[in-house]
């Protein structure tokens, strides 16, 4: 029953991000809910949030798109997913963070609410190349009010030190700060997350810039991942950013498949990315014994410094690929 009325939740919250998307960029675009596609005819107000099925033109009657529905349906697919990975499949649970409350009532709404920021961000990148800055900045400052006021939604501490453990018989070093000044730790975690995820995207930015000649990580790009950094910290933002090219290659061919363009934007792997860390954290935090890295500062700096090299190395690989014609790559 849980599963179901999160799956109904997801729905109504992709319902919602497709319209917000589409008032967002009604300026620039035509998607079927502002604004009619074929004959331009401008919808009431009302009718962009409650539309009758099939979605029909009242004034050229020809049939729009079904784009809305299918961003429900998979918003909801993902937050019931979500939901069990995360209560049942017990995919964050990691020894070193135990929160006092329950995660369904804690870090269960927190996350959905960031993949609701990240269903709108990636519906407006697909369709327009953009990512609002007004959905940004409410999701930054969201993310640090309420990592501020709980104290209790990070999926990792700022700090655990894992050098200093001895197995059975004593746990990673917690700096003792962390545990006494709880919101203190909170506002701290959620900047410092946030700070890495701008700054790398900011340096990709500048070695995309000088290697490809174009801006191919797009502004949009460093303040999504500032926004996605407030809600998850550091550690998962390294991770997440480390992880997208490789979505990148799963999911991109699908996404230029189903919009039929040639140059899909950086953004939508990231949100894939997001998600799949989400749900595989404890796996890589644990069994991947990435604590043991994260605990030790050259190791991080080095990671960091592959990372940038491995990613610069791909945006020149991508330069090769975009020199193809994109109709040899739909065949
Ligand atoms: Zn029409």
Same mark, same amino acid.
């Given at each position: ?6 799956? /109904? ?10 319209? /917000?998307?589409c ?7 035509f ?32 049939r ?118 709880q ?7 959620? /900047? ?54 490789l ?32 749900c ?13 890295v ?18 610069t ?19």
């Open positions: 029953m849980f599963l179901v009325s999160m799956f /109904l939740i997801g729905c109504l919250a992709g319902w919602i991000a497709s319209t /917000l998307a008032i967002l960029l009604a300026p620039v675009t998607q079927g809910i502002v604004h009619c596609r074929h004959c331009h005819h401008v919808f009431p107000r009302w009718s962009h949030w409650f539309r009758p099925w099939p979605l029909k033109c009242t004034s050229c009657s020809r729009d798109s079904l784009w809305p529905w299918l961003s429900a349906g998979a918003t909801g697919a993902v937050f019931a997913g979500f939901t069990w990975m995360l209560i049942r499949a017990n995919c964050q649970s990691i020894e070193e963070v135990q929160p006092s409350g329950s995660l369904t009532t804690g870090r269960l709404p927190f996350h959905l609410w960031l993949i609701f920021l990240l269903v709108l961000v990636t519906l407006t990148d697909l369709l327009d190349y953009v990512i609002s800055d007004i959905v940004v900045i409410v999701g930054v400052v969201s993310a640090v009010v309420l990592a501020v006021f709980s104290g209790e939604l990070q999926m990792i501490h700022v700090w655990v030190n894992w050098d200093e453990a001895i197995p059975g018989l004593r746990g990673p070093y917690l700096p003792t700060w962390m545990d006494q000044h919101h203190l730790h909170g506002l701290v975690w959620s /900047l410092a997350g946030m700070a890495t995820g701008a700054g790398l995207l900011w340096i990709l930015r500048l070695s995309a810039q000088l290697v490809l000649g174009t801006p191919a990580v797009g502004f949009g790009d460093v303040t999504m991942m500032a926004m996605v950094g407030a809600f998850v910290g550091w550690q998962p933002t390294l991770c997440i950013i480390a992880l997208a090219p979505a990148g290659m799963v999911v991109g061919p699908v996404i230029r498949w189903i919009t039929g363009r040639s140059f899909v934007a950086f953004g939508p792997y990231l949100a894939v990315s997001t998600l799949i860390i989400l595989s954290w404890s796996t890589i935090w644990r069994d991947w014994s990435l604590r043991t994260f605990s030790h500062w050259p190791s991080v700096v080095g990671l960091v410094a592959g990372a940038v090299v491995v990613l190395l791909l945006l020149l690989v991508v330069r090769g690929f975009r020199s193809l014609p994109t109709s040899a790559m739909r065949r």
